[in-house]
């Protein structure tokens, strides 16, 4: 940590040090130490957040907290990994409303998600931020040396898998927008706090992961390419949950297209099948066979009539 | 990677792939993986440079990214790690001048000191900014189990030591500014370019040890206080070169106070200063004894006539 803020010091005593865990030296020195169980060897992902694009001003700074760590602990299950901690990077504005009692609260959702996730905060900085609140989360797990699945190992034939359901994130935001009417509060509740899919083990069962969180769509576009296959979905195979459902002829091509569900997307041999099945029953994880894997390039969904749907766009965009 | 920008799966492999390294997956996945050396403990550094703050929208790329890697390099040489690998994030203003040569000449940077500092691109993510410019690496290298350097081992009797020559980016800043009349265009180099004392092994010699990145007072500060100890500084001791003594008159304290040094803080017990200055020789590492650790609390800095000098700041502020 350098360069701190006015009374950074006080600031990261105050908010952050109680978060913090073996290895991070109280957040007292210039960085920390981290040890890896023997014959494993780290995974680390990155993601920011950023006021107005990935969270709005007026979101409850608990739950912030907790989507930014989620958002990342998705990126280690969709790697096979097991979570362990955290380094945290906070770019603040001055004036604004990112006052003690933000932070407090902000605070609050961190250790909460410490405890229910087992990790705890190593190390970061704070700084100044001439205008939107910046917060960015690198998270630090552990694999079995060579055991982190990864995205190009889909085949022809394989099964597409999902977890749990989709949809409701991205209407979600559309509610907290004010852009759908009667959305229900558990769509904003999906949008604010997803739910990673940590503890799973699925290296030697699925042939390729990651997370969903551009969209089914645009993600099975990076598996596609990264394997060299195409991937066709079939639309009446997605699962959407009865609040999703209920607005599929309003906003049909925002539902398929998603975003921000944080489900792991999975490509399946037909003969591990059943172990992925079972593996997620045991774990209490809901998976739906959602397409297959086939020769060639690109992502079709398909229709109840099995024509492909023609979207105007892909996925989620930034801008 | 996710929640892509427009185009930042190209923007990426054009810019950022050709600086990825083992375990970054050709920065393809959603995370990437590290291993250590047998024995070896992971030290994790993380530093945020935010347009407006911590460099200037108008500063040359290339050296923009090596200030981005030489400060968060510098936080491991504090701590007596040997590099290995970064993750970097990138938070994008639109429309405005961080374009396509912007980030090609950056990128140039990074594959400059990738290569002096024998590191490598690991992962990170590229977002979008309502504003500034954001830049964040995260920096990991190793060291052996429990050989990490601290700053809360100083003794009352050990010697304050500093590596290198102090205030040249202050007042090169201040160049930078246009506040400076006469400053050499070598000061501006040392605040845009500055040299982590990577490579140096001194677990075992010294008793405590951080960088300079606040200005040598506050930093000893920091060293006072986590050792709970008092540190006496003697002005005439200090290691000026000569195109800043020559602003000593006019530019007392802001030379005295300085920042951005990115030098070596360390305290040694006096058993150990000859080893201690045996491997700076040996390393080519400039090295001076600039004051004593004492019993007590806080920092002072005596002036040739050995009276305490009264500053009306203690150094860097952001704000």
Redesign the interface.
Known sequence: M?????GEFDFIARHFRPLAGR?A?EL?????????PEGG????????M?????FLPDDPPYTVAQKLLR?NL???A??G?RPQHY?L?V?VP?GRHYNEDWFTRFAAGLAADQKQYDISL????T??????L?L?V???GS?R?GE?L???GAQPGDGVWVTGSLGRAALGLQVRLGKLNGGKTSLVEAYRVPTPRIGLSLYGIVSAA??I??GLLQDCG?IAE?SGVGITLFEEELPFAPEVMAHMETHREMILLGGDDYELLMTCPVTQEAALQAHCKEHDVPLTKVGTVREGRGVAMLDKQRRPINFSRTG????
């Open positions: 350098r360069r701190q803020l006015m290895g030296m007292r020195n210039d960085g920390a130490t981290m040890s890896l060897e780290l995974v680390l992902s990155s993601d920011t950023v006021e107005g694009l990935h958002c998705s990126d280690l969709a790697m990994s380094m990077n770019s001055s190593l190390g970061g900085d700084t100044g931020s001439p205008s939107p910046m960015n690198t998270i630090l694999v040396q982190a990864r995205r190009d990651m997370d969180s551009d990076h990264e989620w965009q930034h801008f």
